[in-house]
């Protein structure tokens, strides 16, 4: 079994930063993808960062030039820097990892408020 733990989440004022971290732990399979997903109030999930072995990273329109993926794949670990929040960027972010032939995992997650 694969635990994913997020750290880093907050309140920051528009045009801030955060630094979002993840650590996956437990029995680790061959992880191909990691990265973030989020979720606002009232919305569906959605893609906002994955970094995929030997790929480009996927990063969503909505975020690109402003935040950056990166992984540590000695460290089981992914992260995402965040620059030039804005309150849109408001949401729940999860981590996410995934294996070939198992379902995804996913992380707790942790808010990130934008407001001044």
């Known amino acids: 079994q694969v635990q994913l733990t997020e750290s880093g989440g907050g309140l920051v004022q528009p045009g801030g930063s955060l630094r979002l971290s993840c650590v996956a732990s437990?029995?680790?399979?061959?992880?191909?993808?990691m990265g973030w997903y989020r979720q606002a109030p009232g919305k569906q999930r959605e893609l906002v960062a994955t970094?995929?072995?030997?790929?480009?990273?996927n990063i969503a329109d909505s975020v690109r030039g402003r935040f950056t993926v990166s992984r540590d794949n000695a460290k089981y670990a992914v992260y995402l820097q965040m620059n030039s929040l804005k309150s849109e960027d408001t949401a729940v972010y999860f981590c996410?990892?995934?294996?070939?032939?198992?379902?995804?995992?996913w992380g707790q997650g942790t808010q990130v408020t934008v407001s001044s």
């Open positions: 996410y990892a995934k294996a070939n032939a198992v379902p995804a995992y």
């Open positions: 970094l995929t072995r030997g790929r480009d990273p």
């Open positions: 437990g029995t680790i399979p061959w992880i191909n993808t």
